[in-house]
């Protein structure tokens, strides 16, 4: 058996071997900006170089800047132990305004860190953003365990069409993940939990690779989360360009990906501002292997971001939102899971389309009668459900252009009474397609299906309106083909119906005939044409 002490002393020198090989490197912010210029990229390589005969270096092993580093090979920035600071252990005393400066990683260089910290310096502020880290090229890849944002981290970035950037965890106080104007290739984070910065604006991200789709998107979350007020602009990450840069209001026109595994806390997602010859979108791609909650918003802002959501700063025009329901299990293979909205702001301006999982949004929400795309269901093959419905109060109706049945699906349908039930409004089509749209009441439950019941489906639920001239063309099931319920000891059958009149859809159950009804209906239909041949 080992000696106790000999023990201890192995640990001692194997925590003091993990110490030294883990180190907090500085970078002088201060110094960087007085040397440089105005949306001046500068290449990592020169950013310890040689005056003189002397190695200088804007990068520091302490963080009063006393001891310099001098390894031009930049291997402490390769070391996934290693820690950067930007700007020193305390808040830099520069409050001048830069504009756009970029730190590009060149040659072979690779970033890869344990912690990436930005402390509370103005020296990124106003509008004109530091995006710090660029890639040369897609293979300079960025990889940060967690990020670390002080109170004006808004203004530390990150862009470049040539940046792979990874991010473990990540505090966002409303920096910049790449923006419209300068978009990254690819980007990549396990948590990202939204916090207040000191101007409590929206978190901004954007990236545009070639060759994108939903099943190869530009960006993969793993969790979006936040603690804030459902109120604060603070919780909302934003595709596009933050007004922190001088052209907050840009012309999107990339088509971009965005996957989210799981929405929870108070986090929102959107669209940052842009004009109207924006033809571009953001589709975020919504994965859960796991039901989660949000009672977040869903925004597209009109103008510069505010501090607070407002109804007055909102608006469909412009780049598109759209939104896919793909639920998916840790095996790739499509799952069942469950996203759900419930904040107090509904803006999408584009398409929803259902292909597995089940979508619930806020149907009572702003932005419930704004225009906007197509509800489109299209279940994959293999996927058990593929669901929308509401998540708001029973009774409020919520606008689309029109419902598309591709690959078929379910639309939930809750009824508190035949005068307060779940509808959808159609601003300009009607339900097309092959497939088969089927209507789950959200109950299978005899007693609460016999309350719609109906003597002639001409007197039911009109759940989907649409303006006259429009149709139907795909098939309507129930989720609940039929049921039996007992009155006054005798046993009935119901079955689902539809119709499609010229305002709408009707749903409901009516009663299913006797076999000596059916049989009386048979001799009258064949009397009927027995007439009607002898006429001929």
């Excluded at 390589?45 to 005969?53: E, H, L, P, V």
């Excluded at 899971?337 to 999408?348: H, R």
């Excluded at 300009?428 to 309350?451: K, M, P, Q, R, W």
Aim: one cysteine or more.
């Amino acid at each position: 058996m080992k000696n106790p002490s000999s023990v201890i002393l192995i640990c001692i020198f194997l925590f003091a071997a993990v110490c030294a090989r883990a180190q907090t490197y500085y970078f002088d912010i201060e110094s960087f900006i007085a040397d440089t210029q105005d949306w001046q990229q500068v290449n990592l390589s020169d950013t310890i170089w040689s005056d003189g005969g002397e190695t200088k270096s804007y990068w520091y092993s302490d963080s009063s800047f006393t001891s310099a580093v001098t390894d031009a090979s930049f291997s402490f920035l390769d070391n996934a132990e290693n820690s950067v600071v930007v700007g020193g252990g305390t808040a830099s005393a520069v409050s001048t305004l830069t504009k756009g400066r970029s730190l590009v990683i060149d040659g072979d260089f690779k970033v890869n860190l344990a912690s990436l910290e930005s402390t509370g310096t103005k020296t990124h502020s106003g509008s004109n953003g530091l995006a710090f880290f660029k890639g040369a090229t897609s293979d300079n890849t960025i990889k940060i365990g967690s990020y670390i944002g002080g109170s004006n981290s808004e203004h530390l970035g990150f862009g470049g069409s040539g940046t792979a950037l990874y991010i473990g965890e990540i505090t966002l106080r409303a920096i910049n993940l790449g923006c419209a104007h300068d978009p990254l290739n690819y980007l990549e984070i396990g948590t990202i939990n939204l916090q207040t910065a000191n101007n409590n604006k929206s978190s901004y991200f954007a990236a545009a690779g070639e060759g994108r789709s939903a099943e190869n998107p530009d960006v993969k979350i793993g969790v979006l989360t936040s603690g804030l007020s459902t109120s604060s602009a603070s919780t909302i990450l934003a595709y596009g360009e933050s007004s922190f840069w001088p052209d907050s209001v840009p012309t999107i026109t990339a088509d971009s990906y965005a996957q989210i595994s799981s929405i929870t806390g108070t986090a929102g997602i959107g669209m940052g501002p842009s004009n109207a010859a924006s033809t571009g979108s953001v589709t975020y791609v919504l994965t859960n292997s796991a039901n989660a909650a949000t009672s977040g918003s869903i925004v597209q802002f009109a103008n510069t971001a505010t501090t607070s959501l407002n109804a007055d700063w909102m608006t469909t025009d412009g780049a598109k939102v759209h939104l896919l329901m793909s639920s998916r299990s840790p095996d790739g293979s499509f799952s069942n899971a469950t996203q759900s909205f419930t904040g107090d702001y509904m803006v999408i301006s584009g398409n929803v389309t259902l292909q597995s999982g089940k979508l619930l949004i806020n149907y009572g929400a702003v932005g419930n009668d704004m225009s906007k795309g197509s509800l489109i269901f299209d279940r994959a093959a293999s996927a058990p459900i593929a669901s929308f419905g509401s998540s708001a109060d029973i009774g409020s109706a919520y606008q689309f252009s029109d419902i598309r049945v591709d690959g078929g699906g379910e639309i939930v349908v809750r009824v508190e009474s035949r005068d307060n039930f779940d509808r959808i409004a159609l601003s300009s089509g009607g339900i097309s397609g092959s497939g088969t749209l089927v209507v789950d009441f959200d109950t299978t439950a005899e007693s609460e299906l016999y309350e719609l019941v109906v003597e002639d489906i001409s007197q039911g639920l009109q759940i989907i309106s649409w303006i006259s001239g429009n149709s139907c063309t795909a098939a309507i099931e129930g989720a609940v083909k039929s049921f039996k319920y007992t009155i006054d000891g005798e046993e009935i059958e119901y079955a689902f119906a539809s119709m499609a009149t010229d305002t709408g859809l009707l749903v409901g159950y009516v009663a299913v005939p006797e076999p000596a009804e059916w049989a009386a209906i048979i001799g009258l239909c064949a009397l009927a044409l027995a007439l009607r041949r002898r006429r001929k």
